[in-house]
């Protein structure tokens, strides 16, 4: 274990505990049941945790990594059934850079607020990058309506100065995440680019490798179905009401609707 530098532990549900003793471990990647212990953590930069079915990863998450891997630099978190808001504690993760957070289906608590993970925001004051990747039919759809004064939290003054690029894929109309973003765009004051992709990931089309040599210029966006389709408009116009507004001249800012090749009259 002493040369260790990187090590993977995948879908093991029976795995209750797991405990790390290697100085030199750069990358760990874990799916499983979220009870994490590392010791001499210095070298640890990567970490990617995912549930296998339970719920509580992100909270986890926020508690455990600032005492075990405070000088990760990468973060990728999957959060499934989450049935507790994210806290927000005064731990930090002071090197993190590059954060990527998934919700996945099956539906959150409907009480969830996607707006807690902002927690993670305030704990990583160099964090340069960020990515939310909302799963289809991972969080309740709000209705478009109200005042756009309702989309901002009150008395929160937690900022990023370190932030540039962020993007959501799968941005939908629900409450929370419409209060998420207008918080970033408002407290992230060195923001230089702000992408919401109401379909899923743009930027991981599917294709056919052997039929499309030049894959990456020729994928196919990821299928939705007629609801999906509804959904996805309903957050343009979201889009459109409550945050275009407060986007600053110095962001450039994109919203990818509908895909004109592979949506449009499906």
Known sequence: MQQLKFLAVKLCKMVRVVEIDAPQLGSFHYSGTPVIYVRNSLQLKNVDISPVCLSGILSYARFSLPSIAQNVESLTLRGRSENANTPMLPSKLPRLKNLEIALLKPHLSPNYDAFSLVSFLDASPALESFILRVEQDAMMHDPVVGDDTEYRRQNLECRNNSLRKVMITGFCSAK??????????????????????????YD????????????RMIGLCWPLNKRALEEAHRAVETADRYIKGRVPSSVQFEVLGPCTRCHIGK
């Open 176 to 201: 929370s995440l419409v209060e998420l973003t207008v918080h970033i765009l408002e407290r992230a004051h060195s923001l230089e680019r702000f992408t919401l992709d109401i379909t899923y990931g």
């Open 204 to 215: 991981r089309r599917t294709c056919n490798v052997a039929k499309y040599p030049t894959a």
